[in-house]
């Protein structure tokens, strides 16, 4: 089955400055890449995704970029703000029936 | 649409109890899911319902873990026996067809935090 290995765990930056979290998937047929944010207490929330035939995806501030020959995808977080804080979660699929989550990375934005 | 509703929210119950825990998906998403999440990790996948019909189960599911979704609209988890390890927050989630790797986003509800004392 996939596995999804995800770095760092915990990540602090300055307000303004970028964030980056790379993920690693082992199944070659994987096809569709979602990143997740999770506020404490709260289920996940889709930010951003990406497929296979791209290899990259950009939606105001936050990027995903996709090498499927090296088999690894990063979320780019720009012009960080506070509000940015959370848990981010990588996921990965190729079976189409349901996803598997990298171990998270605790983003903290410092004012 | 309200997004996906999960009941309780949390639930502490004593070693050995049974518990149930209730989900109900975005209205027409065929597809239902449940998943666990221990604090530090991300989601497990547990199972999914297509419809009424439980069309995979994980491994994580043992024989206590029992899911349904009768006509195919609420979904119930129900644990039996529970036991220490099984302190989690039980995510249910549902997307409108089966191929998320096709633009059938999965959205998430905001857990069931289960705690056995």
């Known amino acids: 089955g996939e596995n999804v290995e995800q770095h760092p765990s915990t990540l602090s930056v300055q307000e303004g400055d970028s964030a980056v979290i790379k993920c690693t998937y082992s199944d070659s047929a994987s096809n569709y890449f979602p990143w997740y944010k999770q506020e404490l207490g709260k289920g996940p929330q889709l930010i951003i995704d990406?497929?296979?035939?791209?290899g990259e995806k950009k939606d105001q501030r936050i990027a995903v970029t996709l090498n499927k020959t090296a088999k690894h995808f990063s979320l780019h977080i720009t012009e960080t703000q506070p509000e940015d804080s959370a848990v981010y979660f990588c996921?990965?699929?190729?079976?189409?029936?349901?996803?598997?989550f990298g171990s998270g990375t605790q983003l903290t934005v410092l004012p | 649409d309200t997004g996906v509703s999960q009941d309780p929210r949390h639930k502490i119950t004593k070693r050995g109890q049974n518990v149930t825990f209730r989900c109900d998906p975005i209205?027409?998403?065929?597809?239902l899911y449940w998943y666990r999440q221990t604090l530090g990790q991300g989601p497990e996948f547990l199972t999914y319902f297509q419809n009424e019909a439980q069309l995979e189960k994980s491994r994580l599911l043992s024989d206590r873990f029992s899911a349904e979704r009768p006509k195919g609209s609420f979904s119930t988890l129900e644990i039996q026996r529970t036991e220490q390890g099984d302190s989690a927050m039980y995510l249910c989630?549902?997307?409108?067809?089966?191929?998320?790797?096709?633009?059938?986003?999965?959205?998430f509800g905001e857990g069931s935090w289960l705690t056995v004392v």
């Open positions: 989630a549902s997307s409108l067809g089966p191929y998320i790797n096709s633009g059938n986003t999965i959205y």
């Open positions: 990406i497929r296979s035939n791209v």
């Open positions: 209205s027409e998403h065929n597809r």
């Open positions: 996921a990965a699929t190729g079976s189409a029936r349901q996803l598997t």
